[in-house]
């Protein structure tokens, strides 16, 4: 078994494995094969991992892909979240479950939408805010699905002590259809959600979301200007992450008219104006999957790039808040199938969680 | 033997290697390999075509299927080559939807190779992946790429400038 999977053998373990750091400094992973979901941890920096738990006990397909991510979130008492999509209920049913025990033993899992029996949900992401709240956002169809209007996006939040605050809220309509959700919180504790929308003259770019208050309504405003027309979903979703001083990076892949390629920005007035954007990476190695990490002054950046036969993850890093950077460097690579790169923090350090077929999964230092 | 006895026997040949070929269980759909692209080129020299890749999964590519139906219904000398992207276990799928969308005639392909990232990169190097995504080969095979849904007006547009 590769690197990272060595309790896997004999289950057909799928590439999009995510993973989150706990509050003791833990990193715990859900790890998706054909029909089921495992949750595991390490203690020593992704060395060694324990026993896989699973979380369903009934098998169902698992649906999820590189674009189509399985969810895990810890919240500050240790209480272990996660969603997944699988061929449920409807084609696209997403599942939560929560372990109380510190990842001992999950619930049994529950779908997500409350209209799960009659509409796909689907793109769920999972995200605990600064007063260990957890929020879900994902695309549900209850009331209907045109790809060339755009999805509905549908909210549920619960308090750090598991009760619920919000359930089934429908936040915003438009969304390109199959786009994934990026979502961070902003200094006053609220979400703030990025991800492609379909604008006049189908252009699909992308918007920010936040609430205005604590109650349900949302506003949007548009965060790229690329003028990309296209009648599709190019399923190729942005990063965000907001800084400690407020600053929103984002991070996101194009082909329009304007601009083409993967690109970097940032926003001191919430999303309002954002400074020019950077294009990142070669673009004759296909740039592409971003993620962004901002920690005091320290900003990270990392993408994928190919070059025919290898996949390279490459890193940037900025010292001073996003207005001047590093050159790019190759960080890891692959000569197999790989997932996307995601940037993860223990409240210290900044690491790099990436796995790939032929070498497994690594946690990777990035200093 | 006599002369068209000998054509006869030499066509029923010729039939039977053809389908003796290893071809999946389902009739219509070829499994795309690494030269697969190279095979379709060769067998179209001269000729202009358009090449199509789409998935099930992929709503646009769905929307997509009847426009392409009605457009082949307009053109009948139109060359369309679709190529799925979806693991070769589902060429019954694939069958099944191109049939269900009067497209059972088409000349139908799908993935089946491991690494489906390297399959891509060789039909075209700065092809990120999105669905559906044309080419718009001219008789030279010089090629246009279009990503999205095309539309009949698009193929008319074409037709009109090409004349296949």
Known sequence: ?367 | MPTDMKKLCALFCLFLTLFSAPLFAEDQTQPFRAGSLNEILKARQGKPFILMFWSLDCASCMKDLDALAASMKKHPKLDLVMVSTDDAEFAGEVNDMLAKHQLKQIESWIFSESNAQRLRYEVDPSWYGELPRSYFYDAGHNRLPVSGAITTEHIDAWVAAVKP
């Open chain 1, 1 to 367: 078994m590769p690197n990272g999977f060595e309790r896997y053998a004999g289950m057909d373990v799928k590439l999009p494995v995510s993973a989150a750091f706990g509050p003791d400094r833990r990193l715990w992973r859900i790890v998706p094969t054909t029909d089921h979901v495992y949750v595991d941890f390490s203690s020593d920096y992704g060395k060694t991992f324990s026993p896989p738990v699973p979380v369903n006990v009934e098998r169902v397909p698992i649906r999820t892909q590189s674009e189509y991510r399985p969810q895990i979130a810890v919240d500050p008492a240790g209480r272990v979240y996660v969603a997944y999509p699988a061929f449920g209920l409807q084609p696209w049913t997403t599942y939560l479950s929560v372990s109380e025990n510190r990842g001992q033993h999950f619930s049994m899992p529950e779908p997500l939408s409350d209209k799960a029996r009659t509409a796909n949900s689907f793109q769920a992401v999972l995200a605990i805010g600064p007063k260990g709240d957890l929020h879900a956002f994902w695309h549900d169809e209850r009331e209907g699905a045109d790809e060339a209007r755009g999805n509905d996006i549908f909210h549920t939040a619960l308090d750090a002590k598991g009760k619920t605050l919000q359930s089934n809220q429908k936040i915003v309509d438009g969304v390109c259809s199959c786009c994934r959700l990026a979502v961070d919180f902003d200094t006053d504790g609220r979400p703030v959600l990025i991800t492609r929308f379909i604008y006049p003259g189908n252009v699909r770019d992308h918007g920010l979301l936040k609430p205005q208050d604590d109650r349900a309504e949302w506003t949007a405003v548009r965060a790229t200007d690329d003028d990309w027309k296209i009648e599709a979903c190019p399923v190729h979703g942005p990063a965000l992450s907001v800084g400690r001083d407020g600053r929103y990076h984002i991070a996101w892949f194009t082909q329009g008219n304007k601009r083409q390629g993967l690109f970097y920005a940032h926003s001191d007035d919430q999303g309002r104006r954002f400074s020019e954007p950077v294009a990142l990476g070669d673009s004759k190695q296909l740039p592409g999957h971003p993620d962004v990490l901002a920690m005091g002054e320290r900003v990270v950046l990392a993408w994928n790039e190919f070059d025919g036969r290898k996949n390279r993850v490459m890193v940037k890093q900025s010292g001073d808040g996003g207005n001047t950077w590093s050159e790019a460097i190759a960080t890891a690579e692959s000569d197999s199938d790989a997932d996307f790169p995601f940037l993860l923090t223990d409240g210290q350090a900044i690491f790099l969680s990436w796995n790939s077929q032929n070498k497994g999964y690594r946690l990777i230092r990035i200093d």
